[in-house]
Nanobody, 126 residues
Framework: QVQLAESGGGWVQPGGSLRLSCSAP???????LGWFRQAPGKERQFVAA????????FYSDSVKGRATISRDSARNTVYLQMTTLKREVTAVYYC????????????????????WGQGTQVPVSS
């Protein structure tokens, strides 16, 4: 089981930016790392993902143009940079890993990912 740890959450004003980090004790060699978010009373939603083989990146329509997923192999860390934040993106953000190099039809499904972090809260308010 891979132990994932999110960090970088915290209060941010509408229109602001934030960078979340997802780190693991071992190198991300293969598979897929995804970011999800869960707002109070709602289901967990896909935000973005990166396939480690080839570094293909995927985004939900709701964040395209305002989020960037990236990796730092030397630090075993995957980042989610978000800009122009809106109140409605207030949620707990989770990273999750699948050992598979996921395809488009499954990359946004929570059931596809095996290992999850504990989450980091991102409240967006003025």
């Amino acid at each position: 089981q891979v132990q994932l740890a999110e960090s970088g959450g915290g209060w941010v004003q509408p229109g602001g930016s934030l960078r979340l980090s997802c780190s693991a004790p071992e190198r991300f060699n293969s598979g897929t790392l995804g970011w999800f978010r869960q707002a109070p009373g709602k289901e967990r939603q896909f935000v973005a993902a990166i396939r480690f083989s080839g570094s293909s990146k995927f985004y939900s329509d709701s964040v395209k143009g305002r989020a960037t997923i990236s990796r730092d192999s030397a630090r075993n860390t995957v980042y989610l940079q978000m800009t122009t934040l809106k109140r409605e993106v207030t949620a707990v953000y989770y990273c999750a890993e699948s050992s598979l190099s996921l395809i488009m039809s499954s990359i946004a499904s929570t059931a596809t990912y095996k290992d999850w972090g504990q989450g980091t809260q991102v409240p967006v308010s003025s």
